[in-house]
């Protein structure tokens, strides 16, 4: 069975706990097996090793990786090969492009291609899932520090080789932590 990413969530509080739940940090590691995080009532996701999961499923090879039509999942994931753990915290940040529906299944292949060629380090697309409660989707590229601003814009560069010319927004994981969204959310615009 190949090696499967997912992001998995871990807070230092329980379910009943929201408060802790909000303040998850989001821990990316390769797995053999499928971890997804639940969506808990007050919009946060959080899971905690060794608990059950009733979404869990053995049946990964039956997954749609299709993020246009994809109704297992949240989030699908991509990773460079290279990459054996990433935690998104204060220092992690990620460039965002959104696509409609139509769009969003070519967008999604591009870029697995430039993580498998290591152009960039992780990413993930919401999937239809989400079109519940918005429009379209959105592709995350993470980077690992956001004060590193020469790689900030590697990473908007190796985008815009790829196709991806428009202007992209740049924001901080601190700043969703901290629900930053509006105006202000944007670290970076390029």
Same mark, same amino acid.
């Given at each position: 069975?190949?090696?499967?990413?997912?992001? +998995?969530?871990?807070?230092?509080? $329980?379910?009943?706990?929201?408060?802790?739940? &909000?303040?998850?940090?989001? @821990?990316?590691?390769?797995? &053999?097996?499928?971890?997804?995080?639940?969506?808990?009532?007050?919009? $946060?996701?959080?899971?905690?090793?060794?608990?059950?999961?009733?979404?869990?499923?053995?049946?990964?090879?039956?997954?749609? +990786?299709?993020?246009?039509?994809?109704? &297992?999942?949240?989030? =699908?994931?991509?990773?460079?090969?290279?990459?054996?753990?990433?935690?998104?915290?204060?220092?992690?940040?990620?460039?965002?492009?959104?696509?409609?529906?139509?769009?969003?299944?070519?967008?999604?292949?591009?870029?697995?291609?430039?993580?498998? &060629?290591?152009?960039?380090?992780?990413?993930?697309?919401?999937?239809?899932?989400?079109?519940?409660?918005?429009?379209?989707?959105?592709?995350?590229?993470?980077?690992?520090?956001?004060?590193?601003?020469?790689?900030?814009?590697? @990473?908007?560069? @190796?985008?815009?080789?790829?196709?991806?010319?428009?202007? =992209?927004?740049?924001?901080?994981?601190?700043?969703?932590?901290?629900?930053?969204?509006?105006?202000? +959310?944007?670290? @970076?615009?390029?």
């Amino acid at each position: 069975m190949p090696t499967q990413y997912f992001f +998995e969530c871990l807070a230092s509080g $329980t379910r009943a706990d929201p408060a802790a739940a &909000q303040s998850a940090s989001y @821990v990316w590691r390769a797995t &053999q097996r499928r971890v997804p995080c639940p969506i808990l009532p007050s919009g $946060t996701r959080h899971w905690q090793p060794g608990q059950p999961n009733s979404q869990q499923t053995d049946k990964t090879s039956m997954r749609d +990786e299709r993020p246009s039509t994809n109704e &297992q999942d949240v989030w =699908l994931n991509t990773a460079a090969p290279s990459l054996t753990s990433f935690a998104s915290d204060e220092h992690t940040g990620k460039w965002c492009i959104f696509r409609a529906e139509h769009e969003i299944d070519e967008s999604w292949t591009t870029i697995k291609a430039l993580a498998a &060629q290591e152009k960039i380090l992780i990413a993930k697309v919401s999937t239809a899932i989400g079109r519940r409660y918005h429009d379209g989707h959105v592709i995350c590229i993470y980077t690992r520090n956001w004060n590193d601003r020469a790689d900030l814009m590697t @990473v908007r560069d @190796v985008l815009r080789a790829a196709g991806f010319t428009e202007e =992209l927004g740049y924001k901080r994981d601190i700043d969703t932590m901290r629900r930053v969204y509006g105006p202000d +959310e944007w670290y @970076v615009r390029a």
